[in-house]
């Protein structure tokens, strides 16, 4: 199946019409990814259809500082003590298990979560006594009091699920106080074995194998130069771009050389 080599939209960050084809996902190549040529974003052709699968994931205990799938709330939640005053209040939007609320918490830090999934919201509540909100952050109304509120706004792996990302960030900027803080984490569309892997397929020396009801999840995806686009145009400014590994070596490395595929950021909110 041939795909069209320019995209016949226009780039969801900046607007701009020069998309070229970047790669394509699918067996048959039908998802079909355009890089703007103007701001480098990543723009999925919605077109083609989009998961809408919730990306439920098990309840991990938020507690247990053993278990493996919480280390990268761990080195989440140490990135950001080396940068905000503390204690911070802390909002987590898609807290999923809690385990960064958690950490927030034992710091004495003031801290509440934001849950797509209204039984993980329960469970978290109920396993670390903190306010965790059911709701979808796009439709959720802050009480006021919260509104310019939040030392610390987090948004982790979320950005790119969400097709509109000027409305997320419209969302993050009204909750954070000025000059507070917003930690998001996302893909690294340039991490080196991303890279590697187009290349290959590219060159025809691998095929990717998908499962027959592959459905596309990611709507853009972010490098450096794109997601700093997209904070300079909601008031934010990029204090620190790194990528990491839940591999304590991989994760040293990653932290120093921003070549991963798993990118954490961290930018400031604008005073006025
Ligand atoms: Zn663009």
């Not at 003590?81 to 710091?107: E, F, M, N, T, W």
């Not at 469970?123 to 059911?134: K, P």
């Not at 439709?139 to 997320?168: I, M, N, S």
Request: hydrophobic share 40%; proline share 4%.
């Amino acid at each position: 199946m041939s795909s069209p080599q320019q995209g016949d939209f226009a780039c969801r960050l900046c607007g701009g019409g020069k998309l070229y084809l970047y790669y394509t996902l699918g067996n048959d190549g039908r998802f079909r990814y355009y890089r703007c040529a103007d701001c480098s974003l990543v723009n999925y052709d919605l077109a083609s259809g989009l998961d809408q699968r919730q990306y439920t994931t098990a309840f991990v205990d938020p507690a247990d500082d053993d278990d493996r799938r919480n280390h990268d709330k761990d080195q989440s939640f140490a990135f950001l003590a080396g940068y905000v005053a503390q204690p911070a209040r802390l909002l987590d939007i898609g807290c999923g298990s809690g385990r960064l609320l958690y950490l927030a918490k034992r710091a004495g830090w003031q801290a509440k979560g934001l849950e797509l999934s209204a039984s993980m919201a329960a469970r978290v509540r109920e396993r670390i006594g903190l306010e965790v909100t059911a709701a979808d952050f796009l439709e959720f109304d802050p009480p006021p009091g919260e509104l310019e509120a939040y030392d610390v706004v987090c948004l982790r792996h979320v950005l790119e699920h969400l097709p509109d990302a000027h409305a997320a960030m419209t969302r993050v900027r009204a909750l954070t106080r000025p000059g507070g803080f917003f930690l998001a984490e996302m893909p690294n569309v340039e991490g080196l074995a991303k890279k590697w892997l187009r290349l290959v397929v590219r060159l025809g020396l691998h095929r990717r194998r998908f499962p027959a009801d592959f459905m596309a999840g990611h709507c853009n995806e972010y490098c450096r130069r794109s997601f700093e686009e997209l904070l300079r145009r909601h008031g934010f400014r990029l204090v620190r771009w790194e990528t990491y590994s839940k591999k304590p070596f991989a994760n040293w490395l990653l932290n120093r050389i921003a070549v991963g595929t798993k990118a954490r950021a961290l930018a400031q909110r604008t005073m006025s």
